[in-house]
């Protein structure tokens, strides 16, 4: 039963990948300046998807991905583990930084929520290349994504050593959407010439 549940949070994870599907559940401190909301906010948003990728690649207890797919999901999943840990360690010896400072208008909440469901129903109902196709797309939004919101992140963190290990992140993020790109493109150079 425990797996059924993880299956689903994959699924779910990967619908929300850049849909911000948890609200906020709480107010940020106030008082805070410019650079530390940009942060905070930053943070935080990063922190989500981070945790929401970090589920992706349960995806292939229930869909089958070609060997290659499969490793770079698990690398992308993993990567993603260990930049939310990093973010949780900065958050429990600081406790300037807030990790629930997810802030967007009810408008683009309810905009991601809209994609999150189609994502979801798209990749639920595929298989094969078209399925792989899909999930590559949308691994490659949501680490553009996150390579941005860790160099945002970085840049307003006034800490060195956290700068530089959101650097890190951002270049970790970078490699991996730069990676998903090149496995795309094959992939769709290769279904193609199926078609021809």
């Known amino acids: 039963m425990r797996l059924i549940f993880a299956l689903l ?21 106030s008082g805070n300046s410019p650079a530390q909301s940009t942060r905070n906010n930053a943070y935080s948003l990063l922190h989500q998807l981070l945790v929401e990728q970090k589920n992706v690649s349960l995806l292939r207890f229930i869909k089958r ?16 583990s ?6 949780e360690g900065f958050a429990k010896h600081d406790p300037s ?3 629930e ?16 469901s189609t994502k979801k129903k798209e990749l639920l109902g595929q298989a094969g290349d078209e399925f792989e196709l899909t999930l590559l797309l949308s691994q490659s939004e949501a680490l553009s994504y996150a390579w941005h919101l860790a160099k ?18 951002s270049k970790s ?16 150079n290769a279904s193609s010439k199926g078609r021809t």
């Not at 770079?72 to 990567?79: E, R, S, W, Y």
């Not at 945002?152 to 992140?169: I, K, M």
């Open 9 to 29: 949070a994959a699924l779910l994870s990967v619908g929300c990948v850049l849909t911000g599907c948890q609200p906020p559940t709480s107010v940020p401190p």
């Open 65 to 80: 991905e070609h060997a290659d797919v499969k490793q770079l999901i698990k690398t992308i999943a993993a990567d993603s």
């Open 82 to 87: 260990t930049g939310a840990k990093l973010l």
């Open 97 to 99: 930084i807030y990790l």
């Open 101 to 116: 400072d997810i802030g967007l208008p009810p408008g683009e909440t309810a905009a991601r929520a809209a994609i999150a």
């Open 152 to 169: 945002v992140a970085g840049e307003n963190d006034t800490q060195p050593d956290r700068a530089s290990a959101l650097e890190g992140v």
């Open 173 to 188: 993020m970078e490699k991996l959407y730069h990676e998903v790109f090149v496995m795309l493109l094959s992939k769709t």
